[in-house]
């Protein structure tokens, strides 16, 4: 793994500020949310306050996750804690679909039964305030998140930017609502929440959907995108180019910021070594082309005659 440097040390507190900046965040939004269904009686709000509930414990699950994933290889976790990023990420899109699957089912069973009454001023009132904070989370997430290059910090970016989206939709949705009162779509209005769960949840579901699936693919040990391949096979094949080598084989590995890389190398015949000095400083230029890709590389290089030896 890469060195612990102050600006790797500094990109990691400022990575579990903000952390914890998201949770204080979802807290907030979860007791508004919550106290507003019930004075509303609105499921809409409801759902949005569970949101934030779940928000709010997994930010501190996530932060924790984070703590965890810098600390370096022991005993139990030979291979270092990197597994757990894109593991937390796996569980809280699981808790999403579920709790996405239930509103849905619960909101159709509502549209069936005619509806249920709400008090629409209350609710817009609610989104407005949570679109304007979901909107202060969402870009001071980003901002970080471009800044440490954090896996954790990016999702949470993501989730902010979504109950943005989802909040103002809400809000949109309310203020119709307001305005059909004494008039001819009032009798409808019943059917105005059941109908905004519906819709959030058909919104939202593809979401934890598309974080199951990147973040599964690491749990289970697939390769990374194409593109970060390349990235790595052209900075390698640069390095070496002043070396004699007649062939080579990359193995990688991604679990959240961590990219694992396995090199064998086979020289040519007529490389030379007067000693193990010589061999690092191959490592050494091969470290170097590929720090500035956004992760914390742990790099292993073999060197072998049979290349089927690198298997």
């Not at 809409?44 to 930010?59: E, H, K, N, Q």
């Not at 009162?181 to 593809?206: F, K, N």
Request: hydrophobic share 50%; with cysteine.
């Amino acid at each position: 793994m890469k060195k612990e440097t102050p600006n790797s040390l500094d990109r990691k507190q400022t990575e579990q500020n903000a952390l914890r900046i998201s949770g204080y965040g979802a807290l907030a939004l979860a007791v508004l949310g919550i106290g507003f269904a019930i004075h509303s009686g609105s499921k809409a709000i409801l759902l949005d306050g569970l949101f934030s509930v779940l928000g709010f414990f997994m930010a501190l699950m996530t932060l924790y996750v984070s703590r965890l994933v810098s600390r370096p290889d022991d005993e139990v976790f030979q291979y270092g804690y990197a597994l757990f990023a894109p593991l937390m990420n796996v569980l809280k899109s699981l808790v999403m679909t579920v709790l996405c699957g239930f509103a849905f089912f619960s909101a159709v069973s509502t549209l069936l039964a005619g509806g249920q009454p709400m008090a629409v001023g209350s609710a817009v009132l609610y989104a407005l305030i949570s679109t304007l904070i979901g909107a202060g989370l969402f870009i001071y997430l980003r901002k970080v998140a471009e800044q440490t290059a954090s896996v954790l910090v990016s999702l949470d970016a993501k989730a902010a930017r979504l109950d943005m989206f989802l909040s103002a939709a809400v809000l949109v949705s309310f203020v119709l609502g307001w305005f059909s009162i004494d008039t001819r779509m009032e009798r409808h209005l019943d059917l105005l929440d059941p109908l905004v769960v519906a819709g959030l949840c058909l919104v939202v579901l593809p979401v934890p959907l598309k974080v199951l699936w990147n973040n599964g693919r690491e749990v289970l040990l697939f390769a990374p995108d194409a593109d970060v391949q390349q990235s790595v096979k052209d900075r390698i094949e640069s390095a070496i180019e002043g070396f004699p080598f007649e062939d080579y084989k990359i193995r990688m590995l991604k679990l959240g910021n961590v990219l694992a890389v396995t090199l064998h190398l086979r020289p040519a015949d007529d490389f030379r070594i007067e000693g193990v000095g010589d061999l690092d400083r191959v490592r050494l230029v091969i470290e170097d082309a590929l720090a500035p890709l956004d992760f914390e590389i742990g790099l292993d290089i073999m060197f072998v005659k049979d290349m089927r030896l690198a298997r």
